[in-house]
Protein backbone atom coordinates (compact mmCIF):
# COMPACT_ATOMS: atom_id res chain seq x y z
CA UNK A 1 0.00 0.00 0.00
CA UNK A 2 1.42 3.41 -1.15
CA UNK A 3 2.12 6.29 1.92
CA UNK A 4 0.35 9.73 1.27
CA UNK A 5 3.82 10.59 0.20
CA UNK A 6 3.78 8.26 -2.21
CA UNK A 7 0.50 9.63 -3.96
CA UNK A 8 0.99 12.71 -4.15
CA UNK A 9 4.44 12.75 -5.45
CA UNK A 10 2.52 10.44 -8.66
CA UNK A 11 -0.16 12.15 -8.92
CA UNK A 12 2.14 15.43 -8.71
CA UNK A 13 4.09 13.39 -11.86
CA UNK A 14 1.20 12.50 -13.26
CA UNK A 15 -0.28 15.92 -13.70
CA UNK A 16 3.70 17.02 -15.17
CA UNK A 17 4.04 19.46 -12.50
CA UNK A 18 7.51 19.97 -10.87
CA UNK A 19 7.66 20.61 -7.20
CA UNK A 20 7.97 24.21 -7.31
CA UNK A 21 4.41 24.13 -9.99
CA UNK A 22 2.43 22.41 -7.44
CA UNK A 23 3.99 24.36 -4.16
CA UNK A 24 2.84 27.24 -6.02
CA UNK A 25 -0.52 26.54 -6.57
CA UNK A 26 -1.36 25.29 -3.19
CA UNK A 27 0.35 28.10 -1.23
CA UNK A 28 3.37 26.59 -0.04
CA UNK A 29 7.04 26.54 -0.72
CA UNK A 30 8.92 23.11 -2.56
CA UNK A 31 10.52 21.81 0.53
CA UNK A 32 6.94 21.73 2.20
CA UNK A 33 5.86 19.52 -1.14
CA UNK A 34 9.24 17.67 -0.80
CA UNK A 35 8.54 16.99 2.79
CA UNK A 36 4.74 15.90 1.86
CA UNK A 37 6.65 13.21 -0.96
CA UNK A 38 9.34 11.58 1.70
CA UNK A 39 6.62 11.45 4.21
CA UNK A 40 8.37 13.91 7.06
CA UNK A 41 5.43 15.90 6.85
CA UNK A 42 1.65 15.07 6.53
CA UNK A 43 -0.58 17.88 4.84
CA UNK A 44 -3.20 19.32 7.44
CA UNK A 45 -6.89 19.15 6.14
CA UNK A 46 -6.73 21.80 4.43
CA UNK A 47 -3.70 21.55 2.62
CA UNK A 48 -5.04 18.17 1.77
CA UNK A 49 -7.90 19.70 0.14
CA UNK A 50 -5.49 22.43 -1.52
CA UNK A 51 -3.13 19.07 -3.01
CA UNK A 52 -6.69 17.92 -4.47
CA UNK A 53 -7.97 20.64 -6.20
CA UNK A 54 -4.29 21.16 -8.09
CA UNK A 55 -3.80 17.83 -8.59
CA UNK A 56 -7.41 17.36 -9.87
CA UNK A 57 -8.70 14.66 -7.90
CA UNK A 58 -10.14 13.80 -4.47
CA UNK A 59 -8.99 14.17 -1.17
CA UNK A 60 -9.66 10.42 -0.76
CA UNK A 61 -7.35 9.55 -3.98
CA UNK A 62 -4.52 11.23 -1.54
CA UNK A 63 -5.15 9.62 1.25
CA UNK A 64 -5.91 6.13 -0.86
CA UNK A 65 -9.57 5.69 0.18
CA UNK A 66 -10.05 5.63 -3.22
CA UNK A 67 -8.33 5.13 -6.67
CA UNK A 68 -7.66 7.66 -9.26
CA UNK A 69 -10.80 7.29 -11.86
CA UNK A 70 -9.31 6.60 -15.14
CA UNK A 71 -12.29 8.96 -16.49
CA UNK A 72 -14.00 11.66 -14.80
CA UNK A 73 -17.88 10.83 -14.77
CA UNK A 74 -20.82 12.72 -13.88
CA UNK A 75 -20.85 10.43 -10.21
CA UNK A 76 -17.08 11.74 -9.61
CA UNK A 77 -18.44 15.31 -11.16
CA UNK A 78 -20.87 15.74 -8.50
CA UNK A 79 -19.27 14.19 -6.01
CA UNK A 80 -16.46 16.77 -6.31
CA UNK A 81 -19.13 19.93 -6.78
CA UNK A 82 -20.40 18.65 -3.22
CA UNK A 83 -17.15 18.72 -1.63
CA UNK A 84 -15.85 22.30 -3.02
CA UNK A 85 -19.14 23.92 -2.82
CA UNK A 86 -20.17 25.20 0.92
CA UNK A 87 -24.09 24.54 -0.07
CA UNK A 88 -23.45 20.52 -0.79
CA UNK A 89 -20.63 20.38 1.87
CA UNK A 90 -22.86 18.52 4.04
CA UNK A 91 -24.26 16.33 1.16
CA UNK A 92 -20.57 15.32 0.47
CA UNK A 93 -19.97 14.48 4.22
CA UNK A 94 -23.28 11.93 3.86
CA UNK A 95 -22.40 10.83 0.48
CA UNK A 96 -18.53 9.76 1.64
CA UNK A 97 -19.15 5.95 0.80
CA UNK A 98 -22.13 6.20 -1.82
CA UNK A 99 -22.03 4.00 -4.79
CA UNK A 100 -21.73 6.04 -7.72
CA UNK A 101 -25.52 4.80 -8.80
CA UNK A 102 -26.63 6.58 -6.15
CA UNK A 103 -24.74 9.66 -6.54
CA UNK A 104 -25.63 9.60 -10.51
CA UNK A 105 -29.29 9.65 -9.06
CA UNK A 106 -28.36 12.30 -6.38
CA UNK A 107 -27.22 14.84 -9.38
CA UNK A 108 -30.15 13.79 -11.52
CA UNK A 109 -32.12 14.76 -8.65
CA UNK A 110 -30.34 18.18 -7.84
CA UNK A 111 -29.76 19.21 -11.43
CA UNK A 112 -33.62 18.82 -12.26
CA UNK A 113 -34.39 20.78 -8.80
CA UNK A 114 -31.89 23.46 -10.18
CA UNK A 115 -33.53 23.64 -13.21
CA UNK A 116 -37.26 23.88 -11.72
CA UNK A 117 -36.19 27.14 -10.40
CA UNK A 118 -35.87 28.43 -13.64
Not at 45 to 50: F, N, P, S, V
Not at 91 to 104: D, I, T
Request: aromatic share 6%; net charge negative.
Amino acid sequence: MKTIGERIRELRRDAKLTQDQLAERIGANRVTVANYELGKYVPSIDALERLADALGVSPDVITGRAEKPEEKDEAWEFRERMRRDPNYRLLFSAAENAKPEHLRAAAAMIKALENSDE
